[in-house]
């Protein structure tokens, strides 16, 4: 049946030691949905201003990413201006116009609310409570969110968690949202909610994710060339929920296998600007990607 | 023919959020030597002062780690200071008081000379080239180094890196050595002044292992209780030279299983202070740990 994903669609302006790029497409939802679109079906829901050009649509379109759920509202576009430093780790935001995106309150077009799999990309966890209370029953629910509603919104976060049954974080959200500095803690903190897999993300570092009995480490890609971190998380999110839903393989093994394939998604988008590597990607690129991570990872057990 | 070690032998005095000790015993030809000792034999050349307990000395007798180039001088032990913060990643020096190792001139006996393996540890890149002109001809020379030493004497280090093998260094420092922010261009820099293999060092993420057309990423062992970091370098070299010179596999499939062993070796040692959880470890729980490893990072890969 697809996902849906529900997020937000945006322009950013991004600067790094590389080049400075204005108004570029940008936002969660458009990652992860152009992600996914490798390996399934996708539909968004988000909202744009008058202001988002038909050729985005249009990109979004070509990527058969249904677009029913994707509202234009008189205003702007939300518009991130971030940068970045050398070691290209973490985004300094410079600013955030929200612009339409300040009074985006999904609404789930009747067609999509059986979707299997579903996306709730880093929005108020308010709102991803009244995704999750139109939706009917979605065999796999996974969440991302940030430092800002951990601070601002912990116990609609907690909610939200007890709800879905995948966490996908970065690192130091996961030491914020549980005041632990030890990740494993941290994790056993975050299973006793309610969440059964949680995915932590580390950026160069890779992703490691926890079960109540098992651990799973993945390294990142290691690039000669990173030109644009923005966005990697979701395009994560996007290749790892794509190909689960593609496979329907939700066993652990199958999500190993889908924590590689986002890896894999955000190895690439972090290659160029905005989506623009995304937008030059095959699926024979992604395939022989898959295999240098199992060839990079290997080595022999013991006998017996 | 086993491994000989040439570096420190020393007393630390070190502070975690979770306890103090005064004078423990650390060094990195401690840590590296007890590793190694886990895997095949070992001989030591360092120097300790009058102060040197014969508790300490009869430790490292009881590994059979032959102490034949033990220098013992008049005046104090080196001596180090350092503090944790919460995250564990970097030590804080407080203090450092070189004593006896200020005039360490490491000469090695006859008996050591025809070493098949050779582990430089971090010491002045003048005394590792001076170690290197006393040995024959070891199959395997590996060594470390630290900040002080690449911004104090970048040139002597690099004559060092000419005769090496394998250079085993921090993250930090290898984007320090060559002034390169990327990791994957600086190892190529590394790669290229003539050690065949470079293993960087991630600390809690791990290990990425380079050749000139390879990489290898190993994951660290993820724990929920890290008592003190200090030695988990020379413990991981020590562990990775130790089933390297057991093996005698220099193969690049061998060196992986070594980096693992490392891990494993590093990911015991952190489990408490000084060298104490070394002194309870056998080798069984080394051989569970490293299928933990194997189990952590197993993934299937693509058919075909």
Redesign the interface.
């Known amino acids: 049946m697809g996902i849906l994903v529900v997020g937000s669609v945006a322009f950013d302006s991004v600067e790094t030691p590389f080049g400075k790029m204005d108004s570029i497409l940008g936002g969660s939802a458009t990652y992860f949905s152009t992600s996914a679109s490798f390996f399934t079906d996708v539909s968004l829901v988000a909202v744009v201003g008058e202001d988002f050009p038909q050729e985005h649509v249009d990109f979004l379109k070509s990527r058969n990413i249904d677009l029913g759920g994707l509202a234009r509202e008189s205003g702007k576009t939300f518009h991130w201006k971030g940068k970045y430093g050398?070691?290209?780790n973490e985004a300094q935001t410079l600013e955030t116009h929200l612009n339409v995106f300040e009074n985006f309150k999904p609404v789930i077009p009747a067609e999509y609310r059986g979707a299997d799999y579903l996306f709730l990309a880093n929005i108020d966890p308010v709102l991803q409570m009244e995704v999750l209370s139109q939706v009917q029953n979605p065999r796999v629910i996974a969440c991302d969110t940030m430092n800002f509603w951990i601070s601002s919104k912990p116990e609609a976060l907690k909610k939200v968690i007890e709800r879905v049954d995948i966490l996908i974080i970065n690192e130091g959200e996961a030491r914020q949202f549980t005041g632990e500095?030890?990740?494993?803690?941290a994790a056993?903190k975050i299973l006793s909610l309610g969440a059964k897999t949680l995915i932590v993300k580390?950026g160069?570092?890779?992703v490691?994710m926890f079960t109540d009995s098992?651990?799973?480490?993945?390294?990142a890609y290691?690039?000669?060339?990173?030109f644009d971190p923005t966005g990697a998380g979701d395009t994560f999110a996007g290749g790892f929920m794509g190909y689960l839903a593609n496979s329907g393989d939700t066993s652990e093994?199958g999500i190993?296998?889908a924590?590689?394939f986002g890896s894999v998604m955000a190895s690439f988008n972090v290659e160029d600007f905005s989506l623009n590597r995304l937008k030059r990607l095959d699926y024979k690129e992604i395939?022989a990607r898959?295999?240098s991570f199992?060839?990079?990872?290997?080595?022999?057990?013991?006998a017996g």
């Open positions: 050398y070691d290209l500095a030890n990740l494993v803690k056993k580390r160069e570092y890779g490691l098992t651990i799973f480490a993945a390294p290691p690039l000669e060339e990173v093994e190993r296998q924590i590689i395939e898959y295999r199992k060839k990079m990872t290997h080595f022999e057990g013991l």
